[in-house]
């Protein structure tokens, strides 16, 4: 990772301008080369070919980080330690084939891509499109992009991609900030309670519609939060093995993102045995996640498409079958009226339920901070280790 003043860029990155002296810069896309710490601004290189590949230094509050595609130099094998299987309904998962003790870095890896969460939908297609442009289908990224699974919820993403096609060939003649306006209009329109019908959808070829659904259902399905340019600001990334680990909400394994390397790396919870399913949290340490019920925490899961029967949920809530799926999302839909319904009831009631919900959250502050794992620079040397990493 390349580490400005307060941003840090994989090089290579593709960032958008914003807020240029020169009006003509602002909206344009450009690609990170370096940081110049005695100028206190980065070296970027415009895309657009109307600029003939010009490059100059842009302060760092100009930036606005849009994706990154990792070179195939930069994506490791799997560790030997470690093997990817698959478990039936719920796809591939991540084994690990010897005996580790807690508190291991087992798996550090370096991300496939990485996409901004601003506009997500929208800056997801527009990088597999860039890139089935510029790459042949051999390229490794690609190829890596199309061994996930989507999750079985690429139908639910028809409206979205058909809504975003649209936008797309409707607005090819307008500039990029144009554009992008446009599509955050769209984008708040597919987020409203109920969708937009899309009038031209049928003018779009269908398999030209699937192709986009399918894409963000994989990136739904699979990419990981992460902060790569900033603790306040957050990305989605795809790792070819960290996102095979299926998520348990008792995991086995706590994932940290590096900033310094831009890696993700999987720190055992408690000893594993040799064969053991490596499993993580996709809500990672958010109390909002963790102090919910079993019901509300596979309300929260259900978005990548599945039902979690983790030990701890089957615990609390009894097994749901996959099969459930359908079933359960009706149960939401029921719920969502009669949270309605009682609403104002629910106003009463509130005053109380928040202070609860309060105790227990500084409960966890201080049982976490307590018990804080080291940060990775004094890990090394204390007490976490790591085995045979092959990077
Ligand atoms: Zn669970």
Redesign the pocket.
Known sequence: MLRGDAFGFFEGSYASLANMAKAEYSGERCVIKEYLPEKCAWRVQLVNPQFKGHVMAVKESALCFDWYVSPPERLAALPEHLRVANVGAAGNALFCDRNVEAGVEILEEHPVMVVTNKNAMLARWTLHSQMLQEHSSKYPALLAFKEFSDGGIADDYINDASTLLNTAHQQLSLTWSTFMAAVETATNLMSAETPPTSPASEALGLEEVRQVADVLAKWQSNSLSVNAVSLEQHQSALFRFACKAN????ANCATVFDMNTGCMIFRTKRPIKRGEQLTISYFGRDPDFIFSS?KE??KK?SVRGFV???????L?GGEVPQSALFMYKEELARDVEAAKAAALAEAGAEGCRLKRQHSHRRAYSRAHSAAAESPRGRARGGSSVRIGLNF
Do not use: A
């Open positions: 998520h348990s909400c008792d079993s925490r596979r899961l979690c029967t983790c030990s701890q949920c089957v609390e």
